[in-house]
């Protein structure tokens, strides 16, 4: 188990939809499992920042998903999941990426979801997500789709290079993450 490569904007690999995981406890999910932890724990040591991973960033076709997301508490696998409820209330903001560092894209997401997943073990779990974690969970479950932070841009507008947006959005109104 180890750090892996984190595919990039353009590589094809990011458009395509995953598989549903069929045997948790198959050799080849038990080591997409370790190589999420280990290369998003690795991201945030060299980046200082990062929430979660998607299998499809890491070459892996299968739909799990992994978040360490310090501000709500929450570090964890989530295995098959999907959005099960979603507020019809809205929220705007900034959302980068790792597999395209360096560029954030404004986007519009449900404000609050619920989403039912199966744990290591197995197990039928949901989480109800509002704010931050309903955005990233709406974005890690759009990399299981084939789909992009790019294409959820509000408009033409709604690109910056993060040194752009550190002078000019960051702490303002509408410039949050």
Known sequence: MASQSILKLGD?????????????????IIDAIQNLRDTLADFKEKNGFGRGIAAP??????????IDF????????MINPR???????KIR???????????????????EIKVEYLSIDGENCS???????????????????????VE???DG????LRSEWEKHWKGKQGGGK
Do not use: N, Y
């Not at 094809?12 to 080849?28: N, Q, R, S, T």
């Not at 310090?70 to 696998?77: C, H």
């Open 83 to 89: 959005i099960v409820w979603q507020s019809t209330a």
């Open 57 to 66: 960033q890491i070459g892996v076709l299968k739909r799990i998903i992994f």
């Open 127 to 149: 989480v109800a997500a509002k704010g931050d974690l309903s955005e990233l969970l709406q974005h890690e479950i759009d990399h299981l789709d084939g789909i992009l932070a």
């Open 157 to 160: 507008k709604s690109f910056a």
């Open 70 to 77: 310090k501000k709500e508490k929450i570090s964890r696998l």
């Open 93 to 111: 903001m900034w959302d980068d990426c790792f597999s395209f560092p360096g560029l954030l894209v404004k986007v519009e997401r449900a404000r």
């Open 12 to 28: 094809p690999g990011l458009w395509k939809g995953c598989e549903i995981v069929d045997d948790i406890k198959a050799p080849e």
């Open 152 to 154: 959820r841009a509000i």
